[in-house]
């Protein structure tokens, strides 16, 4: 995993740069916030060097994490090793060798490090669950450590800090004996939860600090976007006859909003300017009153829409326009010459390219294969009734939670969006591979 891991950091290094990218960037550089995203993340990249440097040092960090979590997850002790079917073994190999994680290991996205941090958490809070003294208590620092940034990442990555953290504190108390353990429990468990919540809190202060907010929130901003999203789709997919008067557009502006609308993403729509002047001349207050007159008009319009956006998140259609498409340095000019970076693909970039088109049409690129994933691994995590059980389950709730949430709010196709429920499926499922516990070692033991 390490020379694996080496030779990835070669391949990748300063990383792979989008317009996103670009933005965070040039955020690290000013102070200040450009885009409408979060900045934690503009602010790790500064505090790592910013630049051209920060970059590589983030792929390096990303990419040591990423396989040092497949490390621990493969490095089985003797009594799991004996209980443990040869068929598993493989299997576990496979899930973590997927070329997804080579992928994205040198991807410089908030979405890539919102996934590893969940990733280094989940494994971390595995780990700690079957060690004693120090060793527990470093690894269980190293789980807070990475659960503390999630909800500055994304505003979703509070769907996996809780159930992540309330997993940790479980870890921390459960050695707890006595009479008063209860007691002793829960008053521990609290605390625990609430320095969390407080790291939570000094790295924001940290990140403001470092890059300078916008005064609107992203929360409101990305409900707007989403808002116009539903707009959109409620007007393409009205019924036959349905002028959608409720939408206060006149029939030139309807006619070209369902020319534009895509369900695989909002794009094509957003970039024409006759749509988006409607869109911008309803403001935040008209977006809200017209999207909620849709949806009372027609529901089935709205769930069609909704319906047909999940369709290509999830990956039952064709994923050319929903991985990435460009790789190497892609982002605008006035954010990349300060930073003495240039729009670019070379050799290597063009390589990795060619694969990712091979591989689209295979389940590395389709969210559905992880949500299988995220489910057996799920459904075996209910079955356990060992000291694993509740971070099993707490892991797989996050990982539903973060992928329900998309349900209503996606605007894109973007596989990165989903990301973080493929590493946690991953993990789940690679884990209880290689350590059956109680109940897969009763199973193995009779089909022997």
Not at 273 to 294: H, I, M
Not at 342 to 371: C, K, N
């Amino acid at each position: 995993m390490a020379l694996l891991a080496l030779l990835l950091v070669a391949l990748h290094a300063p990383g792979q740069m989008s317009v996103d990218t670009g933005v965070a960037l040039y955020e690290g550089l000013v102070g200040h916030a450009v885009g409408w995203g979060p900045p934690f993340f503009a602010a790790v990249l500064r505090w790592l060097g910013g630049g051209e440097i920060g970059a590589a040092v983030f792929v390096a960090l990303n990419t040591a994490a990423i396989y040092g979590c497949f490390a621990a997850l493969l490095t089985i002790d003797a009594a799991d090793a004996a209980r443990v079917r040869r068929w598993r073994r493989p299997v576990a190999l496979l899930l973590v060798l997927n070329p997804l994680f080579a992928f994205y290991a040198g991807i410089l996205w908030k979405d890539v490090m919102l996934a590893t941090c969940a990733m280094v958490a989940s494994t971390a809070l595995l780990v700690a669950g079957n060690r004693v003294g120090r060793p527990r208590a470093w690894w269980l620092a190293l789980a807070f450590l990475a659960i503390a940034p999630m909800p500055l990442l994304r505003q979703q990555g509070v769907l996996l800090s809780i159930p992540l953290a309330i997993a940790g504190a479980w870890t921390c108390v459960a050695p707890l004996r006595g009479r008063s353990a209860r007691a002793r429990r829960a008053g521990t468990a609290a605390a625990i939860l609430a320095l969390s919540a407080a790291s939570t809190l000094v790295l924001d202060g940290m990140s403001a600090a470092t890059i300078r907010p916008k005064p609107a929130s992203p929360v409101s901003v990305g409900l707007a976007t989403i808002r116009a999203y539903d707009i959109a789709g409620m007007i393409a997919y009205a019924l036959p006859g349905d002028v959608a008067a409720w939408s206060g557009a006149d029939a030139a502006t309807r006619q070209q909003i369902r020319y534009f609308y895509d369900p695989e993403r909002i794009d094509t729509m957003w970039r024409d300017p006759f749509t988006r002047k409607y869109f911008d001349a309803l403001g935040t207050e008209g977006l809200a009153s017209v999207w909620w007159a849709g949806l009372r008009h027609d529901p089935v319009a709205y769930a069609s829409h909704r319906a047909a956006a999940l369709r290509t998140l999830m990956g039952f259609d064709d994923v050319a326009g929903c991985v990435p498409a460009y790789w190497g340095v892609a982002s605008l000019a006035e954010y990349l010459e300060p930073l003495g970076l240039r729009e670019e693909m070379d050799q290597r970039d063009r390589m990795i390219g060619h694969l990712v088109a091979r591989l689209s049409p295979t389940p590395v690129f389709r969210h559905w294969f992880y949500a299988l994933l995220l489910l057996a691994g799920g459904v075996a995590a209910v079955r356990r009734r060992d000291g694993d059980a509740f971070t099993l389950r707490a892991i797989s709730i996050a990982g539903a939670a973060y992928l329900a949430s998309f349900v209503p709010a996606t605007i894109a196709c973007d596989f990165r969006y989903l990301y973080p429920t493929a590493c946690l499926a991953t993990v789940l499922c690679a884990w209880m591979l290689l350590r059956p516990g109680k109940g897969g070692a009763a199973v193995n033991a009779r089909a022997s």
